[in-house]
């Protein structure tokens, strides 16, 4: 038998070794005879094996012969049949266990077999069983633990067919036993790739925790003496980023089913975090049905869930659940927050989806948190708008039950709140209405219903006006103020997310609606958004401001007409008062109001960037360009009757005006196309916010 061994190695000295270090070697080797159990037989030819070698080396002819030998190629001594067990021992001992053991199992299978009860039957069995533990232990030190089992693995089946040995096999058991989690580790951790080798992992890390009593560790096992629960839960924590979210999903799912609340608590993570990372909100709704099973002692849910509220569009319930909470100081610290509310849970849920949900997944890179991408995301605004318009049928449902019944048309089952109305919604000079009812429509609706629609009419109103002023809220929190405490990326506020809320208003009222509510809220739209606005200014009130220590003050009752506004070269100036007066606010909105009139009518361009939010201009380019392509000119005239402030904070100005409104479509030849006028006056609501150290115009709401 050849072995990958020389005579250097078999000694245990080096090529250079004087005869002195050769001879020294040797005694060393002869006084430390492994004493594991070998036979004396088999001790007795490995001293042989030595006293050759030594003999060998200090011998000047024969060393230069064997070293030309070398030189020349030759790897490997032979060994006589007698011998070759000596020989196996003394490759073991040279530093080479694999080799010595993988030559030691071939020589224990047929057809090289040892005769039964043979010494060296005995010797190789044990050498087998000494070499397999030796090479675990040195791909351990490699870090590779796969391997490491393997060698196990193999030495005990050995053990096992020969039926020798139980002590020692026991040692090999408890050895492999105490590497599975760097098995584990190993395989997990490997390139995803290599699909046999992790889902080998995924099936013993499943199987571990299954036979340790879930995560928690409730039964007594076979890894109890050596992985106790803290041990364990650091092993996890190293294993848990080499997972993919979805396979943990799958696990904890697993384990929560076999009761362990631990497992249920990181389902709800996993699940938040599929859903968020991948735009899947339903995986939300299943992340929140978990937890509010879960019965974790000490664990406070509703701010948890609130998050996912947010996430969601319910602002309302993700307040009430943020007000919920147990924990003293997270009320203490909403409460007390010196900014809009709606801005603190949205950095709470920022922060927990950075540092708690999207951490620890193979497949998850999140570099930034992103609230704004989220809510603009088309397969989230359609998720919501299914989810509230089922949610208000059910509301509706019940609300209705004992409400008597009434006439009034339904609307089609396709339509939505669509707060954008083209000249496409005008039919013979009658206003499209919400719902599909016309004006003459209106009247056919009977009159022993009347009072019905009276009370439908007053509640719906009372619920409309709320929410329009959740909505200006949300835009200016998550415009300008968001921006301004860098909480998002710069980016357009979230424009559909008024939309939702819109649809959610609408889908709660739908049953509610009269009538009368359906002129109103049609008269509103068109405003925004409608055919044409010509701007033919009648009156401008200018408010005493401030510029360089000078007040330029115009006459209040004096009427400006079109004429003369295109002879105005009319001063922007910005607010900067922490606290400005209803002058000062008067004469922002006359400027805007100026000013839009001058661009629609195309004879000037827009420049108000200094008083109004980008948001605002852009949306009116877009009408502008609208009109352009349709070949109309808008001139809009329109006068400030009274003005009323409704709310006001450091960041926030709500202003209710009464404004006097008409306006002209024409072509561009000047032929007229249609005029509106409201009488007595339009109501407006104006939305104010103080960014970068002056007040803005945020959002208006028309029909209020």
Known sequence: MELPLDHFRLIGVSPSATSEEILRAFQLRLDKTPDEGFTNEVLTQRSELLRLTADLLTDSD??????????NGATGLDFSSNKEVAGLILLWESGSPKEAFKITRKALQPPQTPALGSSREADLTLLSALSSRDAAIQEQEQRSYSNAADFLQEGIQLLQRMGKLEELRKNLEEDLVSLLPYRILDLLSRDLNENESHKKGLTMLENLIIKRGGLEGKNKSEY???LNQQEFESFFQQIKPYLTVQEQIDLFLVLQKMGSSEAGFLAFLSLTAIGFARRKPEKLFEARKILKKLNLSGLDSMPLIGCLDLLLADIDQSSARFLSSSDDKLRDWLNNYPGEKLEAICIYCKNWLENDVLVGYRDIDLKEIDLNSWFQDREIQEFIEQLEKKSSRTILKSRLQNQPKFNAPESPKDSSFNPEITSNNFEEGRLPLPGGLRPDQEEEVNDENSQTEEIIKNKSIEFYKFAIEKIAELKFIFGEALENNKIFNKSPYLTYLYAFLILFAFGLGVGLLS???RKN???KEIIKNSLSINENKKKFFNIGLNQDDKKKDFDKSEIITSEKINQISFP??????????LDQIKYLINTWLINKSNFLAGRSEINLSKIVQNDLISR???ERESDVQKGILKNINTNIENIELLSQTSSRIAILVDLKYTEKILTTDGEL?????????LKVRYI???SNNSWKLVDYISGV
């Open 62 to 71: 024969s060393r230069r012969e064997y070293e030309n030998l070398l030189l």
């Open 224 to 226: 109890h003496n050596y």
């Open 515 to 517: 009538n009368n509510f």
């Open 521 to 523: 809220l049609q008269e």
């Open 572 to 581: 922007v100036e910005e607010i900067k008062n922490a606290s400005p007066s």
């Open 620 to 622: 009116l380019r877009k």
């Open 673 to 681: 196309i249609n005029e509106t006028t409201f009488t007595p006056s």
């Open 688 to 690: 104010l916010g103080f």
